[in-house]
């Protein structure tokens, strides 16, 4: 590299990216290390790009059309790598989550079905709400049991139809 006097940041910095390259083109630096550069460098320029207060965000967004977005959106993304590993993980733990629900859904379903079922004992079914006959009728233990059955059935569904979002 042949050391030129600089006169002005612009020329400063392109001589360093182009030192940068000629490195890199070496071959001495692996694929994290240059990942690590990468997103060292793409941290500086998003540094340097912002706008500095809220007054200024509001203006850039205001004067913006949708073509500029899109274009600053291939940016971000070109910028960014999206890392599969992280992506994986993150799907993995919400099927994880909808799998945990619908096993509490299908468990809450058959509690409330086997409190339903089951004889209690007659301490706990001494509140009838409502009388069959003289000895049979809705007491307050098949009032909770429904809401328990109806709490599970809403657990199950909600885990199986929940909307995707991509």
Do not use: C, W
């Amino acid at each position: 590299m042949k050391d030129k006097p600089v006169f002005n940041e612009a020329a400063l910095i392109d001589q360093k990216a182009d030192e940068l390259v000629a490195l890199l083109q070496k071959g001495s630096v692996d694929a994290k290390q240059a990942k690590a550069i990468q997103q060292k460098i793409n941290n500086a320029i998003d540094e340097a790009s912002l706008p500095k207060t809220i007054e200024a965000f509001k203006e850039l967004d205001t004067d913006r059309d949708r073509v500029d977005l899109l274009n600053d959106l291939e940016m971000l993304l070109s910028q960014h790598q999206l890392d599969t590993d992280v992506s994986k993980k993150y799907l993995t733990h919400e099927r994880v989550k909808k799998f945990v629900i619908i096993i509490i859904g299908i468990v809450m379903i058959t509690l409330g079905m086997a409190m339903i079922i089951m004889p209690a004992p007659p301490y706990f079914e001494m509140f009838t709400v409502f009388y069959f006959n003289d000895n049979d009728g809705v007491t307050l233990m098949d009032l909770i049991a429904l809401l328990i059955v109806f709490t599970g059935v809403y657990l199950f569904l909600s885990a199986l139809l929940k909307k995707r979002t991509a």
